[in-house]
């Protein structure tokens, strides 16, 4: 029974973690959408008076202003003094609102959008145990040691660095984006870093093989 709602507990808080930040995020649209809708609805009924048409021609409207708000901006922020305005008001009253790092985090990975400064994914040992830890890889030195980020779930983008020899990290072949999404999710979809790590063991050298992932 125990097992039971352990399995229903963890389920339903997975579930959550996908669904909470898609939800969010269209409610957010939802709210844009409305309120241009509202804005601009005189002016469609002036032009269109009674047609049939008043609705659909004001939804169109709504969806093309929101194309060219989203197009201005971006074209804003790109200059040199909105790119200035928009990190002075994200650092100092956007970044203080609970919850936006990690919306503006999913937002940028389920776009594609977010420039990673990691150049693989590993999994590593840093408590010179089998416990491992996902980790992405920041830079390679000459001794054959690894400097790694370990991200905090699901806000990736605070976390720990360390610097590892090199026995301690066994790269995986899964892209960043995939596990920055994992992390997000709080470890969800991690049997892929699993499995990669498994089906390389067998080509791995002597003595820098990785370690069994039975406790993981």
């Known amino acids: 029974m125990k097992k039971l709602r352990e399995f229903i507990k963890s389920t339903l808080i997975g579930g959550l973690l996908v669904v909470l930040p898609l939800a ?5 649209l939802v709210w844009v959408f409305n309120l241009i809708h509202r804005a601009i609805s005189p ?11 008043q609705v659909i021609a004001a939804d169109v409207l709504v969806v093309l202003l929101l194309i060219c708000a989203c197009f201005l901006i971006g074209a804003v922020v790109r200059t040199r003094l909105g790119k200035w305005i928009y990190t002075l008001i994200e650092a100092n009253l956007l970044r203080r609102t609970p919850g936006y790092s990690l919306i503006k985090e ?5 776009l594609g959008n977010k420039q990673s400064p990691f150049s693989s994914v590993a999994l590593a040992r840093i408590f010179g145990n089998d416990t491992l830890v996902s980790v992405f890889v920041t830079d390679t030195h000459e001794d054959g040691s690894y400097t790694v980020f370990m991200p905090t779930g699901p806000n990736p983008t605070s976390g720990n660095i360390y610097h590892l020899p090199g026995e ?3 790269p995986v ?13 709080c470890g969800a979809g991690s049997s892929t870093l699993i499995r990669k790590l498994n089906e390389a063991a067998p080509a791995s050298p002597k003595g820098d093989e990785p370690p069994s992932t039975g406790n993981v």
């Open 168 to 170: 301690n990290v066994f």
């Open 24 to 28: 969010i995020f269209a409610f957010v």
């Open 43 to 53: 002016l469609t009924q002036c032009a269109l008076g009674g047609t049939t048409f």
């Open 106 to 110: 999913t937002v940028s990975q389920f």
């Open 173 to 185: 072949d899964v892209s960043v984006e995939d596990a920055m999404r994992s992390i997000i999710s």
